[in-house]
């Protein structure tokens, strides 16, 4: 069992940044691959980057490619998700998740947190 708490959301202009940290319980943090989604109003939760258990291998949606940054730190079983050049479209509830494959789909995932805001002004 995992649980998962996200933090770091909140509000920011246009260009700016955040950085998105999820903090996971259990002694087996280091063997799941971590993801993060977004969920914006009236939208499906998409995939939006993963990491593999050793750290080494990530994968990006498009959109977000050459902006944002997943990275992990297993001896403080901590996630992050370093967001840079925010667009107002990537305004969304992020949530984190906790699975056993690098995979994009929500259903490939166990684990989930509760989510944080991320608010982009134009």
């Known amino acids: 069992q995992v649980q998962l708490v996200e933090s770091g959301g909140g509000l920011v202009q246009a260009g700016g940044s955040l950085r998105l940290s999820c903090a996971a319980s259990?002694?087996?943090?280091?063997?799941?691959?971590m993801s993060w989604f977004r969920q914006a109003p009236g939208r499906e939760r998409d995939f939006v980057a993963a990491?593999?258990?050793?750290?080494?291998?990530?994968t990006y949606t498009n959109s977000v490619k050459d902006r944002f940054t997943i990275s992990r730190d297993n001896a403080k079983n901590t996630v992050y998700l370093q967001m840079n050049s925010l667009k107002p479209e990537d305004t969304a509830v992020y949530y984190c998740?906790?699975?056993?494959?690098?995979?994009?789909?929500?259903?490939?995932?166990?684990?989930w947190g509760q989510g944080t805001q991320v608010t982009v002004s134009s």
């Open positions: 990491v593999s258990w050793s750290g080494i291998s990530t």
């Open positions: 998740a906790a699975g056993p494959s690098l995979r994009t789909g929500r259903g490939d995932y166990d684990y």
């Open positions: 259990g002694r087996t943090f280091s063997s799941y691959v």
